[in-house]
Each structure stands twice: as C-alpha cells, then as structure tokens.
C-alpha cells in the first residue's frame, strides 16, 4: 500500500508531454527513417516555389499601369481601372461565352467519352481486339499538338476528306471548314476527343480492375444483363474517380488550351472561337498590354477558383467524396 500510495504520487508530479514536442519528435523519427524519400521530394518543392509560387507576386501587375523600363515597383498604381476596363469592353461577354461554351461543350462530349470507352472496353472479352483498341485511342494522345492542328488544317481544307465527307452528307458545298465560325467548337471539341480518349480512360480502366469480380458472379448467377452489370455495378464503383476529375473538369471552365485554339482559329471565327486565353495572347503579347492582359487573366483565375470551391462543396455535400 505505502508503495503504491508513493507511486501514485510520483505520477502526479510528472507532467505529460505537450502535442508539440510529441509531433516534433514523430516527424524527426519519421525522417530518420525515410530520408531518402524526403530528398527526393525537394526538387518537386523546389520546382513549384521557384515556378509556381514565386512569381505569384507579378500579379500586382494587374493593378498598376506596368512599365518595363519603370519596374514593379515605380510603376503607377491604377487601382481597378484594368478590371473595369475589362468588364465594360466589347469583348467582354463574347469572350466569356466562348470560353464557358467551349467547355460546357469539352465535359459534355470530351468528359463521357472516356467513360463510355472504357466500359465498353471493360465488357470485351476478346483479349486481342481489346490490346488493338486501347493501342489505336492511346497513338494520338503522343502526336504533338502542333502535328494534330497541322492534320484539322489539311482534313478540313477546301478538298479535304472530312469536308468531301460532310459535302457527300449535305449535299451542300463548303471551302475551308475552319472559315466557318458555327464550325469551330464542333471541330475543337470532336479532334481533342479523337486526341484524348484512349488516354484519359487508362484511369477508369485502372479503377474498374480494382472492382471485387463477386459482385458480377453475384449479379450473374441472379440473371442480371450486361447493361445492368454496369449501371449498378461498375458505375457506382467508380463514382468516386468520376466525381474527382469531374471536380478538376468545372474547376477549369474558365480555362482553355489557348496553344490549339491560336493554332486553329482565325478572324473569321471570333465570335464563335475568342476565348479568355487566346484573348490574353493577343493583347499582352501582340499588343504589349501587360497590366490588361493580367488583369483579365487574374479575373480567369479567381472565377476558376470559385467554380472549383463550390464544386467540391457540392459533391462531398451529396456523394461525401471531395478533394477536401
């Protein structure tokens, strides 16, 4: 008794350590432990500090009437004007509109097409043929992007075989494909799909190996079809990949890839191809507009910011599967 009433006393007299110097000490044994990894970690850190987030502060740019010659610092303070200016122009909603439209077009088309290829190559049961797809919607995904604008310029040129193609179809005779401005976000939407299917669906592929084969025995042995096997099986366990990248895909409808839509579009096809991107090119590059064209890039990127916040919010709201 005396012993235990001793160690009872000497017990609260100590004082547990604090959570501070408890994770310190995890986190140095943890490095002892895994050295290797963390310093292979450092030029990845290293990249997007020097890359990404250093040159975030040039985004004061936007606010001040920017002078090369002045530098950041010297160069007058303008407030909100570039903003404003932005906001009040005449460009202002026909670029938005293309750039929203072009993308609302990209998740309608260029989102499912990957998922429907790989369901479709899920269900093949012929190894070879199956080998044979995947190689074929993989090849364009390698071709560079100024070889694939190159290959649209020359199918829908005046003798083109896509434009002969749609000439047999309509009965209608058309020149270059790409003077059409009503043409563009069809011809945009469509060769990206061609260029990235076979690639974006490598991850629903992978998903889907990981689905317990039980649940298709199960469903078999009640009778239950193929079409059914995937709207209740594979679908539903690969909804967490689905919302995922369907989160990154609305967090960047504000963004296009400016490189195709320079290499493809022309005068004739403003209203209807000038998005926020290629809208930038021109006038900070061509035009030397450097506070403007931040401006109207910051704007893109704030927009994107939020798209994607509430986006997130949504889906772990509804499905509890977010980024965060």
Known sequence: MVVLRKNREHGRGMTAPSPKRKTGHVIKKDFR??????MLAVPVV???????YGPMWGILIAFKDYK????FADSPWVGLKHFIDFFEGPYFWRIVKNTLLLNVWGIAFGFTAPIILALMLNEARDGKFKKTVQTITYMPHFISLVVVCGMIHIFTADEGIITQILQFITGKDYSSLLGYSSMFRAIYTFSGIWQSIGWESIIYLAAMSSIDPALYEAAE?????????MWHITLPQI???IVILFIFAIGGLMSSGYEKIILLYNPLTYDTADVIASYVYRRGLREASLSYSTAVGLFSSVVNFALLWATNRIARRNSEVSLW
């Not at 432990?33 to 963390?38: L, Q």
């Not at 290293?46 to 990404?52: E, G, K, P």
């Not at 090369?68 to 530098?71: I, Q």
Request: net charge positive; glycine share 10%.
């Open 33 to 38: 432990k895994n050295w290797f990894v963390y």
């Open 46 to 52: 290293a990249w997007f500090l020097v890359f990404c």
């Open 68 to 71: 090369p010659l002045l530098g």
């Open 221 to 229: 042995i009640d009778g239950v079809g193929r079409i059914k096997k």
């Open 239 to 241: 909804s967490p990949v």
